[in-house]
């Protein structure tokens, strides 16, 4: 079967660009995560929907961070004036019941 | 402010031997922990877990032991294979919360030796 799926695996940009990062959960999980993990970190939680909406973006670092998920499958991340301390490796992770959540492998992003 | 921590960034282990790898937290609210391990270009993979209530788990060579009282938590990996190598992060919740998002450690790198 299918995991969590994220498009693209690495994505390199310059400073001040726009990136939008994609993330494909396991069919039928309601709940899905967005995670940034820094070099020699754990990963950090941004972002949850249930659904259709954000039930929780608490970890969304500013506003240069947004992320949709308007039919309640896939998820876009989207990093508006990216910055060199964006770079990291974003991690999605879809969950059906509590706690047991399911990483996909990473997109890792570079801001020259 | 860490409220979950791994102290060891990393621990060498002989094959056949036992690896223990130790988490500690600060939020008196999580009730639900969790081991993950990760290999280079993967995403971590859930390995075990554990309730407040308990406080000990084992599911075949993984076992996770539970203090709540020091706020402490281990994973023992009995016998240790090379094949275990792997970053391991320990990962916490508060499931009366909404959405059960994760607070992760900084994670241990293991190394078992054939």
């Known amino acids: 079967g299918a995991g969590v799926s994220q498009t693209p695996s690495n994505k390199v940009t310059e400073k001040g660009k726009y990136v939008e990062l994609r993330c494909d959960p396991i069919?039928?999980?309601?709940?899905l995560y967005w995670y940034r993990q820094s070099l020699g970190q754990g990963p950090e939680f941004l972002i949850y929907f249930q659904g259709t909406g954000a039930a929780d973006d608490s970890g969304l670092p500013n506003d240069r961070f947004f992320a949709v998920r308007p039919e309640g499958s896939v998820s876009t991340l989207k990093i508006q004036r990216t910055e060199r301390g964006d770079s990291a490796v974003y991690l999605c992770a879809s969950s059906s019941k509590d706690n047991e959540q399911f990483f996909g492998p990473g997109t890792r992003l570079t801001v020259l | 402010d860490q409220q979950v921590k791994q102290n060891s960034p990393s621990l060498s282990v002989q094959e056949g031997r036992i690896s223990i790898l130790n988490c500690d937290y600060t939020n008196s609210m999580f009730d639900y922990f969790l081991w993950y391990k990760k290999y280079p270009a993967e995403g971590p993979t859930f390995l075990i877990s554990?309730?407040?209530?308990?406080d000990k788990n084992e599911d075949g060579r993984f076992t996770v032991f539970l203090n709540k009282s020091a706020k402490h938590l281990s994973l023992h990996i009995v016998p240790s294979q090379p094949g275990d190598s792997a970053v391991y992060f320990c990962a916490a919740s508060a499931r009366a919360g909404a959405g059960n998002m994760l607070t992760f450690g900084g994670g241990t790198r293991l190394m078992v030796k054939p």
């Open positions: 069919s039928g999980h309601t709940a």
């Open positions: 554990i309730s407040s209530i308990k």
